[in-house]
């Protein structure tokens, strides 16, 4: 009972302007919020993780404690409504989520999936290999060694607008061609 006094004592001083009454506030009730934290299901880093919650709420909340009132009841119930709000947003996401596991990941072995990329990248480089000269070297300037307007300008001897046209004839060509395959 003297801790709730002195606690709702340090919280009339905090809401007056005392910073170090505030202060002393936040650490004398930091360890209770632990313990509720705790108590409410939260485990490990997530019990540091509602404590902080609760403490921005009290911090945002404070000029809404009325000092004629006892401060732990009013401490416990903004706790206990950043804790449910913390336990049901952790339950969504585990609606929505699920953990990886070893079967969830991609095995290095050619057969499982590289050869599917091996395959779309000859096809890309054989559709490449039928365009036009002017087209395969903006593509090839452009897209494939990622070079700017101006650098590729000054090794085609092309100018920007010509790259830029040449290029974006180029992307239609290729979809053309890889649609059909």
């Given amino acids: 009972m003297a801790e709730e006094s002195d606690w709702s004592a340090l919280m009339v001083r ?3 302007g005392d910073a170090a009454a505030y202060r002393q506030l936040l650490g004398a009730v930091t360890p209770y919020l632990r313990a509720l934290a705790h108590r409410a299901g939260l485990d490990g880093p997530e019990i540091e993780d509602g404590v902080q919650d609760i403490l921005l709420t009290l911090h945002m909340i404070r000029h809404t404690y009325d000092p004629t009132r006892p401060f732990a009841p009013w401490l416990v119930g903004v ?3 950043r804790l449910t709000d ?3 947003r952790r339950g969504r ?3 929505r989520e699920m953990p990886l596991t070893e079967e969830h990941e991609t095995f290095a072995h050619d057969e499982t999936n590289h050869h599917e990329e091996r395959s779309d990248s000859r096809r890309l480089r ?3 290999e039928t365009l036009p000269a002017g087209q395969r070297q903006a593509i090839e300037l452009l897209r494939l060694r990622e070079l700017s307007l101006r650098e590729a300008s000054a090794i085609s ?4 607008t010509a790259l830029k046209v040449a290029a974006h004839r ?3 060509r290729l979809r053309t061609l890889l649609e059909g395959l």
């Fill in 86 to 88: 913390r336990l049901r």
């Fill in 79 to 81: 706790a206990q409504h």
């Fill in 170 to 172: 180029a992307i239609k």
């Fill in 157 to 160: 001897g092309q100018s920007e």
């Fill in 126 to 128: 054989g559709a490449i």
């Fill in 93 to 95: 996401q585990g609606a």
């Fill in 14 to 16: 905090a809401q007056g």
